[in-house]
């Protein structure tokens, strides 16, 4: 059973960056696909970003430009640098394992406990 661990959440100011961290248990990330969610206080949980068990990456319109995900296969992690945070980029964030079917990706993992995001203006 795959096991997931966000890390690197925290409180900045607007145009400053954070990197997110997501560590892997019960399987190989060069084997999976990986997505990241958010959920922003009081709204449902959305999908921002997604890598390809090839690499391929994509994004959701409202963070394109300026987050960008990644997988590091020695550390069986998976990150998503965000820069040029908003404030409306804050959110618990989450990240799944999950697969592609066509264009479309499904979660198909349990949920960690998430990294809290804060963006002040």
């Known amino acids: 059973q795959v096991q997931l661990v966000e890390y690197g959440g925290g409180l900045v100011q607007a145009g400053e960056s954070l990197r997110l961290s997501c560590g892997v248990s019960?399987?190989?990330?060069?084997?999976?696909?990986a997505g990241w969610y958010r959920q922003p206080p009081g709204k449902q949980r959305e999908l921002v970003a997604t890598?390809?068990?090839?690499?391929?990456?994509n994004y959701a319109d409202s963070v394109k430009g300026r987050f960008t995900v990644s997988r590091d296969n020695a550390k069986n992690s998976v990150f998503l640098q965000m820069n040029s945070l908003k404030p409306e980029d804050t959110a618990d964030y989450y990240c799944?394992?999950?697969?592609?079917?066509?264009?479309?990706?499904?979660?198909?993992?349990?949920w960690g406990q998430g990294a809290q995001v804060t963006v002040s203006s």
């Open positions: 799944s394992a999950g697969t592609f079917i066509g264009a479309t990706y499904y979660p198909n993992s349990g």
């Open positions: 890598i390809s068990r090839d690499d391929r990456t």
């Open positions: 019960g399987s190989i990330v060069t084997n999976m696909a």
